[in-house]
């Protein structure tokens, strides 16, 4: 099998996926998962796509991932992760669209409007 490229996104981050196979190693940006995401929700996410389908000992996966935040950053990859599964092998994806790991989530910052605050919160009225 070749190595596998797919990109991920979610708000602000982008992640871009190389999956080949191995023995279940994820890098990214050059650390070890447990590393980079130090709480367990977080690598849960990453390790989703694997799980569902049962072969988190079967690739590896080198990430490189950018913007946004760290919740951002990881379900950019879990993203990323799904869509290379699915070129590997065809029928992954009966097993992870019902989970909603297809889905990019299109929920982005809205932007702050001028003579307000913030994007909604308004300035204090004064009536005198």
Do not use: W
């Amino acid at each position: 099998m070749a190595i596998v490229h797919k990109i991920g996104r979610r708000k602000t981050s982008v992640a871009r996926v190389y999956l080949q196979e191995g023995n279940g190693e994820i890098f990214i940006n050059g650390r070890e998962l447990a590393i980079y995401f130090p709480t367990a929700v977080l690598q849960y996410k990453v390790e989703q796509p694997f799980l569902i389908t049962g072969t988190k000992e079967k690739y590896n996966v080198d990430i490189k991932v950018f913007g946004g935040g760290i919740t951002g950053q990881a379900e950019a990859i879990r993203l990323a992760i799904s869509r290379a599964l699915c070129e590997v092998d065809a029928d992954f994806r009966l097993q992870l669209k019902p989970e909603g790991l297809l889905t990019r989530d299109p929920r982005m910052v809205e932007r702050k409007k001028f003579g307000q605050k913030k994007a909604r919160k308004k300035f204090q009225f004064s009536k005198r």
